[in-house]
């Protein structure tokens, strides 16, 4: 795939907030596992790269995603089916730059009761990767019982040349 249809693609995932129409597209994804810890830590991060971030909503609960990297801080917030979280700042998508951080914290929490909480942790799902020229991860989790496994949709990508 040429690098130009591997950043159309990434533009449309985070044009889209990762609707879920990704999941059955080539190239195959690779599923690391199952469930994971929450906070989740992300090992692969390049250094010194920008790591750019979008997070969806597929869920009536108020979600919130918080992603810490090289000292910097990013929390994504939203509630809805389909809808685009915002950071803290009003943001759809942000960016930070690894620095020389080699890996990530992303901590998903949601809440019954709106933007005020209390939040509770969220059930996990394994990373989904995609390599290439633009590395692609996506990480999902749960917060009831209905296993969708898509109340958080984040998005993670960024340039491997």
Known sequence: MKLR????????????????????????????????????????????????????AH???????????NGQTVVFQGSGEGVPMQTTAGQLTATINSGSATSLQVTFQYSRNGAKGPFTLARVQ?????????ALVQITSEDSTDKDDNDSYLSIYWLTT
């Open 126 to 134: 394994a990373p989904t990767v995609t390599p290439g020229p633009v």
């Open 59 to 69: 869920a009536a609960y108020y979600q919130q995603v918080t992603i810490s990297l």
């Open 5 to 56: 249809e591997w950043l159309c693609r990434i533009e449309t995932c985070a044009g889209e907030c990762l609707s879920g129409r990704l999941r059955n597209q080539q190239p195959p994804l690779t599923i690391m596992s199952n469930n994971v810890s929450n906070p989740y830590t992300l090992q692969s991060v390049p250094s010194n790269k920008d790591i750019h971030f979008a997070c969806q």
